[in-house]
Nanobody, 114 residues
Framework: QVPLVESGGGLVQPGGSLRLSCVAS???????MGWYRQAPGKQRELVAR???????VYADSVRGRFTISRENAKNTVYLQMNGLKPEDTAVYYC?????????WGQGTQVTVSS
């Protein structure tokens, strides 16, 4: 497993933007990196996932508004969130997955409210 640290959450008005970062303590080069979120009373859900090949999957609810990217040299994955909506309010978690294991960050709170 690789310890993960997320940052970049906060309070933003509807229509605003935030950029989340997730730094891994080890190499992410051959790993699948993902962002998930969990709102109060709801199950954790996939937001976006980026494979080691560079292929990307987005949840329908965020496609066209969110962008996931990775910077392997810095062991970092990003989630650029534009056009935020109140329903995007949740704790956002970074996930690292490889053939040898799976790890989660501690989460970062994103609140979209006027």
């Amino acid at each position: 497993q690789v310890p993960l640290v997320e940052s970049g959450g906060g309070l933003v008005q509807p229509g605003g933007s935030l950029r989340l970062s997730c730094v891994a303590s080890g190499s992410i080069f051959s790993s699948t990196m993902g962002w998930y979120r969990q709102a109060p009373g709801k199950q954790r859900e996939l937001v976006a996932r980026i494979f080691s090949s560079g292929s990307i999957v987005y949840a329908d609810s965020v496609r066209g508004r969110f962008t996931i990217s990775r910077e392997n040299a810095k062991n970092t994955v990003y989630l650029q969130m534009n056009g935020l909506k109140p329903e995007d309010t949740a704790v956002y978690y970074c996930n690292w997955a490889s053939t040898v294991g799976n790890a989660w960050g501690q989460g970062t709170q994103v609140t979209v409210s006027s």
